[in-house]
């Protein structure tokens, strides 16, 4: 009963390149969710999905991209990687009804030098 | 307007005592309320999810709504040092779908 996987847990990555944070859930849950945290400053929404397919922008999106192409599976993209995305980011995932919490990962720990 | 906002604290009780959050809410169609707890360099961990007014007791912990005054609690009776961690509030927005808006957190720190 694996829940949220993400993966890698921790990266360091340089200014200008690129990478995606895997995450993958086995609840079959249709939300799924990508936060970014940064010291003090709670949890922001980057990305969420609603199923397969469809994506739609949260409050943090630039600098960022996802895809849906299954339920389990939702990765984010950085392109052109810079020092203000260092951060802690966090895939969660749901049933979809407003009354069901959200269910979190382990969580990347990202470092942009 | 922040959709949602906490104390920062920290707050610090005595080990034993009642530690009370607090959280308030700007949407007054939310209709789902959760608390998180997250241990340093860990992911939120649910702990409580409250929907109607009143008190939801859970072991230790007690949630408490009041919708009318767009405020959500969380009480933590007999503080344990491994209470000790930071508790995030998360409202689900009707205005915005299923988005969950969080607080940005309340340190609680346990003394023993």
């Known amino acids: 009963n694996a829940g949220v996987t993400q993966t890698p847990k921790f990266r360091i990555l340089k200014i200008g390149q690129s990478m995606t944070l895997q995450c993958t859930q086995d609840?079959?849950?249709?939300?799924m969710y990508w936060y970014r945290q940064d010291p003090g400053m709670g949890l922001k929404l980057i990305y969420y999905?609603?199923?397969?397919?469809?994506?739609d922008k949260g409050e943090v999106p630039n600098g960022y991209n996802v895809s849906r192409s299954t339920t389990e599976d939702f990765p984010l993209r950085l392109e052109l990687a810079a020092p203000s995305q260092t951060s802690v980011y966090f895939c969660?995932?749901?049933?979809?009804?407003?009354?069901?919490?959200?269910?979190f990962g382990d969580g990347t720990r990202l470092s942009i030098l | 307007q922040k959709e949602v906002e906490q104390n920062s604290g920290p707050l610090s009780v005595p080990e034993g005592a009642i530690a009370s959050l607090n959280c308030t809410y700007s949407d007054r169609g939310s209709q789902s309320f959760f608390w998180y707890r997250q241990y340093s360099g860990k992911s939120p961990e649910l702990i409580m999810s409250?929907?109607?007014?009143g008190d939801k007791e859970d072991g230790r912990f007690t949630a408490q709504l009041n919708k009318a005054s767009q405020y959500v609690s969380l009480l933590i009776r007999d503080s344990q040092p491994s209470d000790s961690a930071t508790y995030l509030c998360a409202v689900n927005a009707l205005s915005t779908g299923n988005q969950f808006y969080f607080g940005t957190g309340t340190s609680l720190t346990v003394i023993p």
């Open positions: 409250i929907y109607s007014n």
């Open positions: 609840m079959n849950h249709n939300y």
């Open positions: 999905s609603v199923g397969a397919g469809i994506t």
């Open positions: 969660a995932s749901s049933p979809g009804f407003s009354n069901q919490p959200q269910h």
